[in-house]
């Protein structure tokens, strides 16, 4: 039997631990921007909560233990000058933990206070032998059965108010102990192994090995990140549950741990060639809970849907890509589905978000464009813009091809005149020869600003005129840094290195910028934009934005949408060079 690959070694506290399917993981990241001195079991289910703080300690003295934390897919380990305590996934809902008589493990509530709306309930549950925790938030309980060995002391069982919770674990006369923590809803049959904790480790390992070698089967040395991208976005996929009603790959499982709907594309994209049922099941997820309207929603977490902004209609664009990079073409009903569903999204944006008389759409916030703040939105918010015009337009030529193939000729015209109407208005109203301006809704004022949000039209690629789209490629170019295109001219007085849209790099950006100037014509630009950002993952990792002058990653550090794009510039890379 061949053994499964460890896989790449990485910070924990930069990437969570978890496993594919399951809704927690272990990570000192407890809250946005906050870092424990624990690990803690995270749950993701309700919102981001630590439930369980993990304390590994000295088992003679019962002390807490010093350790260094090493992990790699399958395995995380406390390693401490005396022993070492191993954790493992046995399934997405159960992780394994084992030491030795030299360290053991404390389990305790990751919330001192119990109140009667809040908190973590304690107790001892007499039908499965176990420790049970009760999360109010979650809304789950998590129950510890040891496997081996046994519970040294407990604190706070049944108490309530404010007090630590929880236990320690001791080892037998064998010097070893194993316990096992599950993640669930009401009851179950008490806890049985279904192997040994060494069978987890190696399940675990060969799953990620098997995801690693169907996205990304063309890695070699030239990719070095290919395999750890692999992970954030394995380690970030859920199963279904609550609102996410199918299998899908959070943004993070630090805080960022929701689906948006235009950060949905780029996984799917990235996941399509080995994992189509998963990167469909992933680019349908918005239209799941498509309003009335057509309106996609800005965002869905397992227990929360949120209508009060939308995302860019960036999906025309990701399906023309993604049914492309399926290794199956899709079927004629698969076809007509998408269709539909685009129809309506592409509906909401020409009639709820254009104005009476008006021939291009606007947004109503910078969240609208997904650049939240950036300076385009600085003079007012309700804006028509240059980008969303384009996006629209590609949005309005697939639905034309999709029409084509589903055989419905007169709307394949219909959505082919639309384009082009929306094209030219673009052209007319707010191409001013080398630039392009935002449009007040209201007034009918223009500006323009130093973010490369004015120059995205350059994803109209081979729809553009040459020379707008020389201009364009010339003025990206002024945004290049050493590491990447940033999205606030570096010499801007609004220039920002952690302004989040008003200067650092961003990874769907990139994306979308290098394919329009490819398909633009404008090579050596793309080469040189997709080298710098990969060099920048493979030297920073693949954190949700990047200091552009620096290359540190920025904010949420294990962001999917960041290892996926690199995956997808990485692939691209791999079969240009074996032409």
Not at 41 to 56: F, I, K
Not at 57 to 85: F, H
Not at 124 to 129: F, L, N, S, T
Not at 313 to 339: D, K, M, N
Request: charged share 20%; net charge negative; glycine share 8%.
């Amino acid at each position: 039997m061949t053994a499964a690959r460890s896989g790449p070694a990485f910070s924990v506290h930069d990437i969570p631990f978890s496993t594919y399917g399951s809704w927690f993981d272990i990570s000192p990241v407890v809250a946005e921007n906050t870092y424990a001195e624990d690990l803690h079991l995270v749950s993701h289910q309700n919102g981001m909560h630590a439930v369980l703080r993990l304390v590994p300690q000295n088992a003679p003295r019962g002390d807490r233990a010093e350790t260094r934390v090493e992990t790699t897919p399958g395995l995380l380990s406390w390693i401490g000058q005396s022993g070492r305590v191993d954790l493992a996934y046995e399934s997405p809902d159960t992780v394994r933990l084992r030491g030795s008589s030299s360290l053991g493990i404390g389990v305790f509530a990751a919330a001192h206070a119990l109140t009667p709306f809040s908190g973590t309930y304690f107790f001892r549950d007499p039908a499965a032998d176990a420790y049970v925790f009760t999360s109010y938030e979650t809304g789950r309980r998590y129950r510890v059965t040891a496997v081996s060995g046994s519970f040294a002391e407990t604190a706070g069982a049944q108490t309530l108010g404010g007090c630590d919770r929880g236990l320690t674990v001791i080892a037998e006369t064998n010097g070893a102990w194993e316990i096992a923590i599950e993640e669930f809803d009401t009851a179950r049959p008490p806890y049985a192994p279904s192997g040994t904790f060494d069978d987890s480790v190696t399940s675990a390992r060969r799953a990620f090995s098997g995801f690693v070698d169907a996205v990304a089967p063309w890695r070699s040395p030239a990719t070095p990140a290919a395999e750890l991208a692999a992970y954030v976005v394995w380690s970030a996929t859920v199963r279904p549950t609550g609102l996410v009603g199918r299998p899908a790959v959070l943004m993070s499982k630090h805080w960022m741990d929701k689906v948006w709907s235009w950060d949905h594309c780029f996984n799917a994209l990235a996941l399509a060639p080995g994992c189509p049922e998963l990167a469909l099941d992933l680019y349908h997820l918005p239209f799941d809970h498509q309003d009335d309207s057509g309106a996609l929603p800005d965002s869905v977490t397992h227990s929360e849907i949120l209508y009060n902004f939308v995302k860019p209609p960036i999906h025309g664009w990701a399906f023309g890509r993604l049914r492309r990079r399926l290794p199956t073409p899709p079927s004629q009903g698969e076809l007509a589905e998408v269709y539909a569903r685009l129809a309506r999204w592409t509906g909401f944006w020409l009639t709820a978000r254009r104005a009476p008389g008006a021939l291009l759409p606007h947004y109503q916030h910078g969240n609208d464009s997904g650049w939240d703040n950036a300076t385009t939105f600085d003079p007012e918010r309700v804006v028509v813009t240059a980008d969303l015009a384009a996006f629209l337009v590609l949005q309005l030529h697939e639905l034309a091809c999709l029409a084509q193939e589903l055989d419905k000729t007169n709307e394949a015209i219909r959505w082919t005149a639309a384009a082009e109407d929306t094209q030219k208005a673009l052209l007319d109203q707010l191409w001013t020869g080398d630039r392009f301006l935002a449009r007040s809704a209201a007034t009918g004022d223009t500006w323009s600003s130093a973010s490369l949000l004015d120059l995205m039209p350059i994803v109209l690629g081979e729809h553009l005129p040459a020379e707008v789209g020389s201009s364009l490629a010339d003025r990206i170019k002024a945004h290049l840094t050493p590491y990447g295109l940033a999205t606030e001219l570096t010499t801007s007085s609004h220039y920002l290195a952690d302004g989040y849209w008003r200067g650092p790099i961003w990874a769907p950006v990139t994306v979308l910028v290098e394919d329009g100037l490819r398909r633009a014509g404008h090579r050596r630009l793309a080469d040189d934009i997709s080298t710098r950002f990969r060099a920048l993952c493979e030297t920073h990792g693949f954190a949700e934005n990047f200091d552009a002058l620096t290359g540190t990653g920025l904010r949420d550090r294990a962001y999917t949408w960041t290892a996926s794009s690199y995956l997808l510039l990485a692939e691209a890379h791999a079969h240009r060079g074996s032409r």
